[in-house]
Structures are given as C-alpha cells and as structure tokens.
C-alpha cells in the first residue's frame, strides 16, 4: 500500500445487485396461490350467511391458479422493494 490511488474510475455494476423480480416470482408462487386459494375458500364461507352456496376446495384450487398471477407479482414487487430498501439502494 504506498497511498497512491488509481486514476481509473470503477465501472458500474451492469446488472442491479440482489434478486431479480422474476425469481423471486418463481419462488413466491406456490406461496401466493395457496394464500389466494384460502382466501377464496374463506369467502365463499362467509357468503354462506348471504344465502350463497359455499365455494368448495378443489375449486377454490383451482380459481386460484390464475388469480395468483398478479398476487405473486404485486407480492415480488414488494418484497423487492424491502430488499433494495434493506441494501441501501433506494
């Protein structure tokens, strides 16, 4: 270590540091449907009261395969965000 700095300046990163938004989708999924199922079975629960027929399991698995989509993303973003805010990147 002589004191001496380099005359060239770093480079910047070309990817963002930390998970991508897609990854992290991937992985939240089963996580999110499963959540979206739930909720759906619980409220078919509740309009029982209203005089409605209840939602039955499988198809509250079902309806929530592709209602889990913009949940898994929305969940992604967010969690996204709590990353880069924990990593001082905001």
């Given at each position: 270590?002589?004191?001496t700095?380099?005359?060239?300046?770093?480079?910047?990163?070309?990817?963002?540091?930390?998970p991508?938004?897609?990854?992290?989708?991937?992985?939240?999924?089963p996580?999110?449907?499963?959540?979206v199922?739930?909720?759906?079975?619980?409220?078919?629960?509740?309009?029982?009261?209203?005089?409605?027929?209840?939602?039955?399991?499988?198809?509250?698995?079902?309806?929530s395969i592709?209602?889990?989509?913009?949940?898994?993303?929305?969940?992604?973003?967010w969690?996204?965000?709590?990353?880069?805010?924990?990593e001082?990147?905001r």
């Open positions: 270590m002589s004191g700095r380099s005359a060239s300046k770093p480079e910047p990163a070309t990817e963002p540091a930390g991508r938004l897609s990854r992290l989708a991937i992985l939240l999924y996580f999110t449907a499963a959540a199922a739930i909720n759906l079975y619980l409220l078919g629960l509740m309009w029982q009261r209203l005089g409605l027929p209840a939602i039955p399991p499988l198809t509250a698995l079902w309806v592709p209602l889990g989509v913009p949940a898994t993303w929305l969940a992604a973003k969690v996204k965000g709590l990353i880069d805010e924990a001082g990147r």
